[in-house]
């Protein structure tokens, strides 16, 4: 059966929240389709120590706060999925869950959203699928070689689960360093953590509120043509969360160099010795999922997609929200996703009357 609607929001976490609340307050008719079959997006699926980088109210979607937690200064990602579901239930959000979307195409004045559990005809669609569905795993030789036990950051949840074990951590981002801190703080994990380059931390004092103004002054040089002021790597790489700041401060967070090869039972350093492992955890990010764009024929030579704010430039009936810098200033967080959102909606407002 097909369905027909104004906007088609491909995505059921923070970042189709978010659009989803600007096309209602728009007047438009929509729909939104998540993937998971509960709502939460993909922080239903962190780690257990994870923690947010900005205390609550510096990390809410538009139109409502996040509350505190108790206990916290910084609510852990269980906070933030109970915050999820609160904010889809508040607004009466048209979300379906469970409903995975293959492919987006054209079909003459409409697109075209087929779903696994049905097609929509929609006059625009926004894409917000997010990355986390799509972990990068580096081409490292000798990774299919590996013996042991290999897992990228969607998969890791505690510690207990390499009790007594070896294990080497790789990627010098906040996930690397935060899950190298988790494993080396338990005393029960042999950690070695393995970066490309020198990992830089930045001040103790920054948190998520100074980053995304940082992104926001960025976005704001690039657009008036005042040059890259090169934002937030400009700080450095990894924000000092408590546990972080305890790991490295005890002397359990140094780096080593990236290793060039896996073995079958560890990994051979570039000076040719060796180490043992039993599991690698592969903190090494993440691609945007755009598969179920791919009918459209946007992207270019590099595989990207050319956008103007989070307008497709080949296709102005589609908008991406939520994935980086490239779709908003910090859009992949809660609080930078508001913005790209309510101008996404605005621009489908104006091309739809």
């Not at 960025?218 to 002021?229: I, N």
């Not at 040719?272 to 492992?277: F, H, I, M, T, V």
């Amino acid at each position: 059966m097909t369905q027909s609607t104004d906007v088609v929001v491909v995505g059921g976490g923070q970042a189709g929240l978010a659009a989803g609340y600007h096309l209602r307050r728009q007047g438009l008719d929509f729909t939104v389709l998540g993937a998971d079959p509960a709502p939460g997006g993909a922080w239903q699926h962190m780690w257990d120590s994870l923690h947010l980088f900005s205390p609550a109210e510096h990390s809410s979607l538009p139109g409502r706060l996040m509350p505190t937690q108790p206990g916290e200064t910084y609510p852990d990602a269980g906070h933030v999925v109970d915050y999820l579901v609160d904010y889809e239930k508040r607004y009466d959000l048209p979300v379906q869950h469970g409903t995975r979307v293959g492919a987006v195409r054209r079909d003459g004045d409409r697109l075209l959203v087929e779903a696994d559990t049905g097609t929509w005809r929609a006059r625009a669609v926004v894409s917000a699928t997010g990355s986390w569905s799509r972990p990068f795993l580096p081409a490292v030789p000798g990774r299919h070689l590996f013996a042991g036990r290999q897992l990228h950051t969607v998969n890791y949840r505690r510690p207990a689960d390499f009790a007594g074990q070896r294990v080497v951590v790789v990627g010098g981002g906040n996930s690397g360093a935060q899950i190298a801190a988790d494993l080396a703080l338990d005393g029960h994990v042999e950690v070695t953590w393995a970066t490309r380059r020198l990992p830089r931390f930045l001040p103790d004092d920054i948190d998520g509120r100074i980053l995304f103004d940082v992104a926001t002054a960025r976005r704001r040089a690039l657009d008036e043509g005042r040059g890259d002021t090169v934002g937030v790597a400009s700080l450095g790489d990894i924000v000092a969360v408590p546990p972080v700041r305890a790991a490295r401060d005890a002397g359990l967070l140094t780096a080593r160099p990236m290793f060039p090869r896996l073995t079958a039972t560890g990994i051979r350093w570039a000076d040719g010795s060796r180490s043992d492992a039993d599991a690698i955890v592969w903190c090494t990010g993440f691609r945007p999922a755009l598969a179920h764009l791919a009918p459209l024929n946007l992207r270019d030579e590099r595989g990207h997609i050319a956008t103007d704010g989070t307008r497709a430039v080949g296709e102005p009936r589609l908008h991406l929200l939520g994935y980086g810098d490239w779709t908003g200033p910090a859009s992949a967080t809660l609080i930078g996703v508001g913005r790209p959102a309510r101008e996404a909606a605005r621009q489908i407002r104006d091309l739809l009357i």
